[in-house]
């Protein structure tokens, strides 16, 4: 491409609002432009990366055995009436009618459109397995859409199914899935971990993240340091606490705590480790169907971790409640515990089952009980895993030490069993002639937001730093004079060699200032420019390797044999 013929409209200023570096760089280098919030035009140079990450993929689930579809972005509510996911998606759901009345969504994910039409098609065991897949626009009315790419209403997914006739080949595929996806990001020349994730209300343990590893990343991840685990922290465990605590000698007894409402305060009053005190976590569970006041207990040497408390109790969300409405139900804020407690919805950690020697508030205000035995709770109790796992817990595999880190979610592989196929009523025949529902996979890749990710992991103060799986182009002829007829014909010479030789090449023949020309080179990122400049009157011209921001001489007549070394 010739860039005096480019439509690459580069900025001084970034976007308002923008606070992320590959949203700022990617605005300002000309690779997107904002139409209205959450929603992006990609201009020719994002159009290019995203073709190449597409291409990525494509050949790695060509290799998997997947094939590829394109299934209609306009989807039927009914159904998502059928699966009964139109009530819990809530507004991200764009719903609209058409001229007859009849109601449709903008698919934001597409298992039901999948089931759909897969049932009916399908209806051997001989027919399996199956894995089909399609990149396409998703559309998703998120109530923050922000940081450009990262979070948009509007984005590009790469999300494939798979139907089985056994969870056993689910879990083989489920593998070989996530092998694609590791070398998909490899080849993307991508730094990222694949973590354990929320499995949400289907709860079991198949279900992955990949994250790609980001200090502004929005999920914070638990990482052991001597193994390979990792999850994210709505979903990480720990061992067993290395070291307990030496336990309060005490009677059960009542005590005047008054205005000891925090646990630091308990702890101190008495002189105790929180690890000896319950804390008491209100909050409202919200419903498909209604609400109500939830009280979570855990250790006060915990915190709780609201996507698995959500999850313990089936809510679609937890919100916080106020002390008003705990006093309207007959709670005592401050004070709650799990003793003559008013008649409330409890969940308790599973790290308090029969324990000894605790702390609890007396539901009175200004009272706690000390000495108590949770063996006393009633057999019905429910117990879930609540906390969250800290930096420098142990790790639950090897016991080495967790730690946090940030990442970008750019893929979640998920074992969805049957909760699609069951009511949709997708079956087919097992060996014994028996109709049974398939077993299924999903596999979500965000290919725009990969755009975005593969910048925040690779900038520097002056712009993008692309991959070479990732750039736009890889090499870009600047010519600083073009003036200067023996620069333009050696810039016109190379241009056309290297085109010959098909590596992906602009060429810089703008009649614009050497430093304004370098400064969109940094800016936009191509990993390697040649740079012809006066330089050349004495038979040299410079590489300039964006990557390790070196400049080095090399002789023009060499030059294209330097470059096809640096391309490998
Ligand atoms: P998040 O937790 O970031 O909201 P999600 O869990 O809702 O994502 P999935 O339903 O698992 O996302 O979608 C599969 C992939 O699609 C995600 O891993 C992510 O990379 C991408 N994705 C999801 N929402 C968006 C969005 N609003 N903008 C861009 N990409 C997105
Ligand atoms: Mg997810």
């Known amino acids: 491409m010739r860039m005096s013929r480019a439509f690459i409209p580069t900025e001084k200023e970034a976007p308002k609002d923008a606070v992320l570096s590959s949203h ?3 605005a300002r280098a000309g690779f997107i432009a904002q139409v209205a ?7 020719p140079l994002g159009k290019r990366v995203l073709k190449k990450i597409e291409r990525v993929i494509n050949e790695e689930m060509e290799h998997a055995g997947a094939q590829e579809v394109e299934l209609s972005f306009v989807t039927p509510a009914e159904l998502w009436e059928e699966s009964g996911r139109i009530h819990k998606f809530g507004k991200e759901l764009l719903r ?8 449709f969504v903008l698919g934001p994910t597409h298992e039901e459109m999948m089931v759909n039409l897969v049932r009916n098609r399908v209806s051997s065991y001989k027919q399996l397995p199956l894995n089909l897949y ?3 626009t998703k559309f998703r009315d998120e109530a923050r859409p922000r940081f450009g790419l990262m979070r948009a209403r509007e984005f590009v997914m790469k999300d494939g199914y798979s139907f089985h006739a056994s969870t056993e080949d689910l879990d083989r595929e489920f593998d070989a899935m996530e092998a694609a996806y590791k070398r998909i990001l490899e080849r993307l020349g991508l730094d990222f971990r694949i973590v354990e994730a929320d499995s949400g209300a289907i709860g079991g343990s198949g279900s992955k993240e990949l994250m790609v590893l980001a200090e502004s990343g929005e999920d914070t991840l638990a990482v052991c340091d001597r193994c390979e685990y990792g999850a994210n922290i709505e979903a990480a465990r720990r061992s067993a606490r290395r070291e307990i605590p030496e336990a309060p000698e005490a009677d059960f007894n009542r005590f005047e705590t008054p205005g000891i409402k925090s646990i630091a305060d308990l702890s101190a009053f008495f002189h105790v480790d929180p690890y000896y005190t319950l804390k008491a976590v209100a909050k409202r569970a919200l419903y498909e169907d209604g609400d109500e006041i939830v009280v979570f207990f855990l250790r006060g040497s915990d915190d709780l971790q609201e996507v698995k408390a959500t999850n313990a109790c089936g809510a679609m969300e937890l919100v916080d409640v106020d002390e008003a409405e705990l006093t309207a139900i007959g709670l005592v804020p401050g004070f709650i515990g799990p003793l003559d407690l008013a008649s409330v919805r409890t969940v308790f950690d599973n790290d308090v089952k029969g324990a000894g020697h605790m702390i609890c508030g007396a539901n009175e205000p200004d009272a706690h009980y000390v000495g108590v035995d949770l063996s006393v709770l009633p057999e019905e109790a429910q117990y879930a895993e609540l906390y969250e796992a800290k930096e420098g817990d142990g790790c639950p595999v090897c016991n080495g030490t967790l730690g946090y880190t940030k990442g970008i979610e750019v893929g979640h592989i998920f074992k969805l069993g049957t909760v699609y196929s069951e009511p949709l009523g997708a079956e087919f025949l097992n060996e014994n002639g028996k109709a049974e529902p398939f077993v299924m996979g999903t596999y979500g890749m965000g290919v725009s937001r990969l755009i ?3 910048i925040e992991q690779h900038h520097d103060d002056k712009g993008c730093v692309w991959t070479r799986a990732t750039a736009p182009y890889l090499v870009n002829i600047m010519v600083s004079n073009i003036k200067d007829e ?7 010479a190379l241009y056309a060699s290297l085109r010959a030789s098909g590596v992906e090449t602009i060429f810089d023949d703008r009649k614009e200032r050497f430093g304004f020309k370098m400064k969109d080179a940094e800016l936009v990122g191509y990993p390697l420019t040649v740079i012809i400049g006066k330089e050349l009157a004495n038979g040299n011209v410079q590489l300039f390797d964006r990557t390790a921001g070196e400049k080095r001489d090399v002789a023009a007549e060499e030059v294209e044999k330097h470059i096809m070394e640096w391309l490998g």
């Not at 919030?37 to 201009?43: A, E, K, M, V």
């Not at 609209?96 to 109601?103: G, T």
């Not at 023996?486 to 016109?492: N, V």
């Open 24 to 26: 700022i760089y990617l």
């Open 37 to 43: 919030s959450g929603l992006y035009n990609l201009l």
């Open 96 to 103: 609209f009618k058409d001229r007859k009345e009849n109601l």
């Open 134 to 136: 399609q990149i396409k």
């Open 452 to 454: 975005a990710a593969v």
């Open 486 to 492: 023996a620069q333009m014909a050696l810039g016109e």
